[in-house]
């Protein structure tokens, strides 16, 4: 079996871009900074892995390795605690709707939703004339809700749109199809709808007076018909997706059922990749409240200060671990010598010794799921986001791992990146790992 698609060398720069013939179905919705399909291909093949072998991504976000899997008939698995990233992931493995049904029902709803938006005098498409409270009343979301958005991440005219959207979806709802023109949904918001921009976290833009939606949202479902029609000979893909936390595999996973892992975690810096996907999370209504919100992120590792509580105790996995100590160390002495008082930044040091005991915590958890001799592959990358302390990731794990009874095979880099503040090269690497069994 082959995986490797055949093309010239690339470009640092251009080395974790989706690659054109890679956009089928990956490109349904995917995180901009997911790693691409083309790097999981490389190490199904480094691994040799062959059909009736099972792949799992602990850290699944939008389902990359699970489809390329499947692109290739072979079984995985997935855990995932985002609920839109979990959505795209398991929408992204189910390809048994019928792509002409799929087309057919979007497009009722489609007509369906312009109309209801006609009668109010609210074309589709975005028009100069800004349209006055007086002249209609729009929809918005409840005020709990709201209330957790990015502000100014979607204008009124262009949300009112995407409720009456998703009001003709619940009332037309058939289930052969809505989750995948829900998803369609959730990518319309994002990148055609919103004032969102991304480089690379999650910013807000110029707001757009109007937008678009319902035509965009027609034209998504359209590409993910077109897509299911070029896997149509493909068996439906073995694909198990659960939603929880990754620090808590067993939960999931039966014993002696792996035989390798690929995966990315979140490094440790200050993304937080529940505003990442804030947006489509509560329109959708997969968020309705500040406790909801909170119940998500203690579901996700402690890689960011926004998501870490007083009761968190993974750091007491890494007590003993030196050079987690002297790193955490270092940044509090740095924070004190800068005179940086913030409550953010009075807890990088913790977030560090969260972050890593929780990769412990987690490699811990997999080892019984495990079959002898898996190969595991971990996408991470060294970070300066805490006052411009080193913190070599990919090191670190790998010690964590032996410590843990994993043999490490390699580091292999990835690629490297420029530190926004300092400049510097960092580097993005592959942590390969083996477990021996006992």
Known sequence: MSYVIARKPVANQDINKLYLEDRGIHDWYRFVLSFPPHLVRDYLERFAIRPGQRVLDPFCGTGTVPVECAKHGIVSAGIEANSVAHLASTVKTDWSPDPDGLERHAVMVADAAAAALDMESIPDIAILRVVRPQDNILRSLPPEQEKLLLANSISPLPLHKALVLLEHLER????????????????????????????????????????????????????????????????????????????????????????????????????????????????????????????????????????????????????????????????????????????????????????????????????????????????????????QVHIPTGQILAEIAQDLGYELVRIDLFRTRLATATKVQLREEVVVLRWPGN
């Not at 921009?197 to 077109?226: C, I, L, N, T, Y």
């Not at 896997?231 to 939603?243: E, G, Q, S, T």
Request: glycine share 6%; no cysteine.
């Open 172 to 387: 037309y709802r058939d289930e052969r199809y809505y989750r995948h023109e829900l998803l369609a949904l959730a990518k319309t918001l994002v990148y055609s709808s919103s004032n969102l921009h991304f480089g690379p976290e999650v910013g807000v833009g110029v707001p757009k007076a109007d937008a678009a939606v319902v035509g965009p949202w027609r034209m998504q479902v359209r590409s993910m018909a077109a897509d299911l029609r070029q896997v149509h000979h493909l068996r439906h893909p073995d694909a198990h997706i659960m939603h929880g936390d990754a620090r808590e595999a067993l939960r999931h996973l039966a014993p002696s059922s792996i035989d390798a892992v690929f995966t990315s975690p979140p490094y440790p810096n200050e993304k937080d990749y529940t505003r990442t996907t804030r947006l489509e999370s509560v329109v959708l209504g997969f968020i309705r409240s500040k406790a909801e919100l909170r119940a998500m992120k203690k579901g996700l590792m402690r890689s960011n200060t926004r998501g870490v509580y007083v009761e968190d105790s993974d750091d007491q996995w890494v007590t003993h671990h030196p050079r987690i100590q002297e790193i955490a160390a270092a940044i509090e002495a740095r924070r004190i010598a800068l005179g940086k008082t913030s409550g953010f930044e009075r807890m990088y040091a913790r977030v560090t010794k969260l972050y890593f005991g929780g990769m412990a915590r987690h490699l811990a958890e997999l080892r019984p799921a495990l079959r002898p001799g898996a190969q595991l592959g971990y996408v991470v990358g060294d970070q300066a986001s805490y006052l």
